[in-house]
């Protein structure tokens, strides 16, 4: 069986849960990789899911014990052993399957590709995601500043340094260092999801504040922005999640964004 009948199988084997998610039914897969009797092919599945457990991954994640009703004759039915596996338990399979069978060699290139392919993928919605989150807190630092301004500030540069003192206890040069960036690099090009929507909840919170409050002058506006940052923390630390501070920074997103337009011109091209 060459690598096209064997990803013409796997495709064919492959199911798709509600979520979306893609899995398939070990008893299906079983003859595609080459294994005619089930107890060997078990064995290997459970060889599977031991280097599934020693990568550090939950097996159940990857790997679920079931059983079905299969015909013995007469009408007669018996309940046999199944398992679902998902595409990283699929490849692990493979990964432990006899090197010696060319479907086992088959469908570790299938499952070794199609494994990229969704890192490639799940790595373009996280940008994407990003991206959008980053967006949003432009836009609520603008409206932010808006407000600010009509309250009375003139040194923005103090206004929201108040912030960052009152979300991370730290200044922004301090906040940097503690992240391990360079002063020309900008925070929120690198924070994550979460820290970008703590930062836009900071934001949005403290325009209401200095527009109900009646905000007036830069030291009210200043104390309302730290106060807010204040609250903020205490909330992430009352659900038991990670201080801004504390989050690792991430990769670029002009710079993610850029390789990403320099590959779609280049497409283009082709």
């Known amino acids: ?39 060997n092919f078990e064995d290997v599945i459970k060889k599977a899911m031991t280097a599934c457990e020693q990568s550090g991954e939950d097996v159940q994640n990857h790997f679920r014990q079931t059983t079905k009703m299969v015909s013995i004759g007469s009408g007669a039915q018996r309940p046999v052993a199944d398992y679902f596996v998902d595409r990283y338990g699929c490849y692990l399979i493979a990964m432990n399957g006899e090197p010696a069978l060319p479907q086992i060699a088959a469908a570790q290139t299938y499952f070794a590709v199609q494994t990229r392919r969704q890192e490639i993928a799940d790595a373009e919605a996280m940008l994407d995601k990003r991206l959008e989150q980053r967006a949003r807190l432009t836009t609520a630092v603008v409206k932010l500043n808006m407000a600010a301004k009509a309250a009375g500030v003139q040194n923005f540069a103090f206004f929201h340094d108040a912030g960052y003192k009152g979300l991370y206890e730290m200044g922004l040069g301090d906040i940097k260092k503690k992240k391990g960036l360079a002063d020309k690099d900008e925070l929120y090009d690198h924070a994550s999801r979460a820290e970008l929507a703590a930062n836009e909840f900071h934001k949005t919170q403290t325009e209401q504040k200095i527009l109900r409050g009646n905000v007036q002058g830069q030291t009210q506006a200043q104390q309302a922005h730290w106060q807010v940052g204040q609250e903020v923390r205490a909330a992430i630390r009352k659900i038991g999640g990670t201080m801004p501070e504390d989050i690792p920074p991430e990769a670029s997103l002009k710079k993610l964004a850029s390789e990403r337009k320099a590959k779609q011109k280049l497409l283009k091209k082709r």
């Open 1 to 39: 069986m060459d690598l096209e009948s064997t990803k013409t199988a796997l495709d064919q084997a492959k199911r798709v849960s509600p979520r979306q998610v893609e899995f398939w039914m070990a008893r299906d897969i079983q003859v595609a990789l080459g294994y005619q009797r089930w107890e």
